[in-house]
């Protein structure tokens, strides 16, 4: 995005060209990789138009920190004109009003392309689905990006985008950001508000940003902050990206490889082991005093989780209306969530004060939790299709134990890049903060990108040539050599 930022100021570029680049990378992509639900063209490029008639005015642009830049959104924020799908499969009513996250980043100048694909109500770490087919990891053909915001981050691996707003309800933005070799921010709960809605999930979803750097994430995150009327969560303001280049330290930073208790055994590959170990090592090399501790996690935290999402699921459900057919491990989950609501969501909440002490303890040894943001690599990208709800549940929590407290707690955590798998599978790290600490861990996060340059290893573009035949793994449908509709019009 700096380079964007620059070829704009400097007259190299315009935002029109920012924009007809992304597009056509878009199309050229989306039959192989299959980043995007529904790409915005005409709208696109008459708002990169708008956008370079603002700066040839000579207008001041410094309250315009995203003027010209093409961002993606998920699929589950409303976009004014055009469905909000949330991964269902079906009609779904078009929204009358962009949610109040587009709205801020249009107001910061930003150009929305399109809605990328999560899967259906982003209940699983992976983004693959009826209505859509499989999003592939920008990384490997064979291999998902994650989820649930695998769309938003499948798009800004491959250079679709400069960034994109994602949601983390139990790790859907670090996770895709840790298995596409990301910056994922899943910032305080209310820091970007969720309006319409007043919350999401009862609390556990919260918007964030995926990009390739940490200043990118900050810039898109400022731009993305602030609440609506109605909002339930009101976090104080703070400009993170002014912390990008401030020194974090000295810092205390305890390394945990706990995974809290999810009836599901989990076990930590030996690789992101020895990746965590090394972003250990160089936290030490920077000056930062490391121990080995862990939070306490207990059961009732779990079950006081399953109750808060799972009673999100049905909200979703009647928001979306009754033209959409259903998943059936959704259809269990909902039954699950709508059981829960009655009996046991007011008291899992309660919890909530407890909890945050009970936890926050650690904060009393360490500034900083480092953890694994995976226990696994990426999986393989058809490996959830036509699972059962247990086989799913089992299969989900081998990969990924640990990311869901903090969605539970409400506080933010990054995940940052720390490597590759032997196989060239990126591996990632979460850095796990105290309520309102983003400035702390973006500072963090700048200082070992500043030691590792992320960002100066890209992927090979495997997408730009059609798909083998029988790649696409949709029951009943056949692999689509061209652009689909969602790309050459308004909505799919």
């Known amino acids: 995005m700096g380079n964007q930022l620059f070829q704009l100021a400097s007259g190299s570029a315009t935002s029109v060209d920012l924009v007809r680049r992304s597009l056509a990378a878009i199309e050229v992509s989306q039959p192989t990789l299959n980043a995007f639900r529904v790409v915005l063209a005409e709208q696109a490029l008459a708002d990169a138009a708008a956008a370079d008639r603002t700066r040839a005015a000579g207008t001041d642009v410094s309250r315009l920190p995203l003027l010209g830049i093409p961002i993606a959104v998920k699929d589950d924020v409303d976009v004014a004109g055009v469905p909000t799908r949330f991964g269902a499969d079906g009609e779904v009513r078009v929204a009358e009003a962009d949610s109040e996250v587009v709205r801020r980043l249009r107001a910061a100048g930003a150009v929305i392309v399109g809605k990328t694909n999560t899967c259906e109500l982003g209940q699983w770490p992976f983004t693959s689905g009826p209505a859509f087919g499989h999003t592939r990891n920008p990384w490997s053909r064979e291999h998902t990006p994650g989820g649930s915001s695998g769309g938003s981050a499948a798009a800004v691996a491959a250079g679709l985008v400069a960034a994109a707003i994602g949601s983390d309800g139990a790790g859907s933005v670090r996770i895709p950001a840790a298995w596409t070799h990301l910056v994922g921010i899943k910032p305080q709960r209310g820091r970007i508000s969720t309006s319409p809605l007043r919350e999401a999930f009862n609390g556990i979803t919260v918007n964030g940003v995926l990009a390739r750097t940490v200043s990118d994430a900050a810039l898109v995150l400022d731009a993305a902050s602030g609440n609506a009327p109605g909002d339930l969560h009101t976090p104080p303001a703070v400009t993170v990206s002014d912390y990008v ?7 205390r930073v305890a390394v945990s490889t706990k995974f809290p208790f999810t009836g599901f055994r989990a076990r930590l590959h030996p690789e992101i082991r020895a990746a965590l170990e090394g972003v250990a090592d160089q936290l030490s090399q920077l000056g930062h005093s490391v121990i080995h501790a862990d939070p306490d996690y207990n059961l009732r935290m779990s079950w006081n989780f399953l109750a808060r999402s799972t009673s999100g699921i049905p909200e979703w459900m009647d928001r979306l209306g009754p033209g959409v057919t259903w998943d059936k491990r959704t259809q269990a989950n ?8 009655q009996n046991t969501l007011r008291k899992a909440r309660a919890h909530e004060a407890t909890t945050q002490q009970r936890i926050g303890w650690i904060f009393n040894l360490a500034d900083v939790v480092l953890a694994p943001t995976t226990a696994m690599p990426p999986p393989r990208v058809d490996a959830f299709d ?6 799913t549940d089992r299969m989900m929590i081998q990969a990924c134990p640990v990311t869901w407290p903090w969605n539970l707690l409400g506080w933010p955590s990054i995940n940052v890049p720390a490597g590759f798998t032997s196989d060239g599978l990126p591996i990632g ?6 309520a309102n600490s983003e400035p702390l861990l973006v500072s963090l996060a700048a200082a070992l990108e500043a030691i590792n340059g992320w960002a100066t290893r890209q992927p090979d573009t495997w997408w730009v040539s059609p798909p083998p035949t029988g790649t696409d793994p949709r029951p009943g449908f056949t692999p689509n050599l061209t652009a689909p509709d969602s790309v050459t019009g308004q909505v799919a």
């Open 334 to 341: 909902a039954r699950m969530g709508w059981l829960l609501s």
């Open 245 to 251: 280049s401030r020194a974090p330290g000295p810092l």
């Open 386 to 391: 036509e699972l059962g709800g247990m086989a």
């Open 429 to 434: 790290v979460q850095l796990m903060g105290p």
